[in-house]
């Protein structure tokens, strides 16, 4: 399947057959004989670029490009006019109006490839360059800004937004009485898209916490009410989401967590590490999911480390992908260093088979201290 389509608006038939001939061969494409009939295609599948006539009837070129300017779904589309040679009013009328790019009758085929090829290349890299932008500040918002300073304890926190991975999201909100809650979550999917439906959810967790936080209040509480609203909600109905909420009260350093489907926690201490086995159903499944809570006490230089996938989703140069094992591995490797975040996230890349992580990275390092 082609990677672009174009629409051919010409209505001489035997030149709109030779272009819809000789386009084929590299692109979708879709012929209309007059603009009235171009803006139906359109309403069916929007192109990826139109190459159009000027003089039609029922509908000129410059009538077509006007109506498409008006719906903001199609204004973008890409222009390439066919005109008279000596039809130069035409051509510094279509300047004004924002017409990509000329070609004037007769003209060779072969340019008229390679004008596609290029305007198609400069469309694609600015729209990439908007998605990393529109991806990057998402990615942003979707992150706290600092994390709480508390004594006798380190909190870090380490968080790489890719352009095109998910909508991986952190945040934490003080619940008095030094009890804080943290939310650690993937929404399922790549690109911005992901990214998007992931700062929707966010403004569901926040408002869902805010309105039952409290001190007593427990994990799985929390999620219980998250499942119903991604099971109910119209714009999460199509989502699912990887959630760890965790309660930590630094009074009695007791960490209370509840795992919907997300990567497993790691408790580090001198002696070892080691997964922490609790974990349940991903939100969005189930309806009816149950979710249960689990409680580590911190002694004293302990941490607890939590994460997303995409560090583990990272490749060995044999293929394989490094894995809750290797993970673990990492995490103990960084757990007497100054900054074992840093030496953690550097030694999972070592073992990996590039120089940087292809998926967004998300870590949460609270440790007790020693």
């Given at each position: 399947?082609?990677?672009?389509?174009?629409?051919?608006?010409?209505?001489?038939h035997?030149?709109?057959?030779?272009?819809?001939?000789?386009?084929?061969?590299?692109?979708?494409?879709?012929?209309?004989?007059?603009?009235?009939e171009?803006?139906?295609?359109?309403?069916?599948?929007a192109?990826?670029?139109?190459?159009?006539?000027?003089?039609?009837?029922?509908?000129?070129?410059?009538?077509?490009?006007?109506?498409?300017?008006?719906?903001?779904?199609?204004?973008?589309?890409?222009f390439?006019?066919?005109?008279?040679?000596?039809?130069?009013?035409?051509?510094?009328?279509?300047?004004?109006?924002?017409?990509?790019?000329?070609?004037?009758?007769?003209?060779?085929?072969?340019?008229?490839?390679?004008?596609?090829?290029?305007?198609?290349?400069?469309?694609?890299?600015?729209?990439?360059?908007?998605d990393a932008?529109?991806?990057?500040?998402?990615?942003?918002?979707?992150?706290?800004?600092?994390?709480?300073?508390?004594?006798?304890?380190?909190?870090?926190h380490?968080?790489?937004?890719?352009?095109?991975?998910?909508?991986?999201?952190?945040?934490?909100?003080?619940?008095?009485?030094?009890?804080?809650?943290?939310?650690?979550?993937d929404?399922?999917?790549?690109?911005?898209?992901?990214?998007?439906?992931?700062?929707?959810?966010?403004?569901?967790?926040?408002?869902?916490?805010?309105?039952m936080?409290?001190?007593?209040?427990?994990?799985?509480?929390?999620?219980?009410?998250?499942?119903?609203?991604?099971?109910?909600?119209?714009?999460?109905?199509?989502i699912?989401?990887?959630?760890?909420?965790?309660?930590?009260?630094?009074?009695?350093?007791?960490?209370?967590?509840?795992?919907?489907?997300?990567?497993?926690?790691?408790?580090?201490?001198?002696?070892?590490?080691?997964?922490?086995?609790?974990?349940?159903?991903?939100?969005?499944?189930d309806?009816?999911?149950q979710?249960s809570?689990?409680?580590?006490?911190?002694?004293?230089?302990?941490?607890?480390?939590?994460?997303?996938?995409?560090?583990m989703?990272?490749?060995?140069?044999?293929?394989?992908?490094?894995?809750?094992?290797?993970?673990?591995?990492a995490?103990?490797?960084?757990?007497?260093?100054?900054?074992?975040?840093?030496?953690?996230?550097?030694?999972?890349?070592?073992?990996?088979?590039?120089?940087?992580?292809?998926?967004?990275?998300?870590?949460?390092?609270l440790?007790?201290?020693?």
């Amino acid at each position: 399947m082609a990677e672009y389509s174009i629409l051919v608006v010409e209505d001489e038939h035997t030149l709109r057959r030779l272009l819809e001939y000789r386009l084929s061969k590299q692109y979708d494409v879709r012929t209309a004989a007059n603009g009235e009939e171009a803006l139906e295609r359109v309403e069916e599948q929007a192109p990826d670029l139109i190459v159009s006539d000027i003089m039609m009837p029922r509908m000129d070129g410059f009538a077509l490009q006007a109506a498409l300017h008006k719906d903001q779904k199609t204004r973008a589309i890409p222009f390439i006019f066919l005109t008279a040679k000596a039809d130069e009013q035409s051509r510094l009328r279509g300047m004004r109006t924002g017409v990509d790019d000329y070609i004037t009758k007769p003209f060779d085929i072969e340019q008229l490839l390679t004008r596609i090829a290029r305007l198609l290349e400069r469309t694609k890299i600015f729209q990439t360059q908007l998605d990393a932008r529109l991806g990057q500040d998402y990615s942003q918002r979707l992150l706290p800004k600092k994390m709480p300073e508390v004594a006798g304890y380190r909190v870090l926190h380490h968080v790489t937004p890719r352009e095109q991975g998910g909508g991986d999201l952190l945040d934490f909100f003080p619940a008095g009485n030094g009890v804080y809650f943290f939310t650690i979550g993937d929404v399922m999917g790549k690109g911005l898209q992901a990214k998007f439906y992931a700062w929707t959810f966010f403004s569901y967790v926040r408002g869902t916490i805010h309105a039952m936080l409290g001190p007593q209040t427990a994990p799985s509480e929390l999620l219980t009410r998250l499942n119903q609203i991604v099971m109910n909600d119209e714009v999460l109905a199509d989502i699912f989401v990887s959630l760890l909420l965790l309660k930590w009260d630094s009074n009695t350093h007791r960490v209370t967590y509840a795992n919907a489907g997300h990567p497993r926690p790691i408790l580090v201490r001198s002696s070892g590490a080691h997964v922490l086995e609790e974990s349940d159903l991903i939100l969005g499944l189930d309806a009816n999911a149950q979710f249960s809570d689990t409680s580590v006490d911190l002694d004293r230089g302990e941490a607890f480390v939590a994460y997303t996938d995409g560090i583990m989703e990272e490749r060995t140069p044999s293929g394989e992908m490094i894995g809750e094992g290797g993970v673990v591995e990492a995490a103990l490797q960084a757990y007497a260093e100054a900054h074992p975040l840093q030496t953690m996230l550097a030694s999972i890349l070592s073992a990996s088979d590039g120089y940087d992580f292809t998926d967004d990275v998300l870590v949460l390092w609270l440790q007790r201290d020693a």
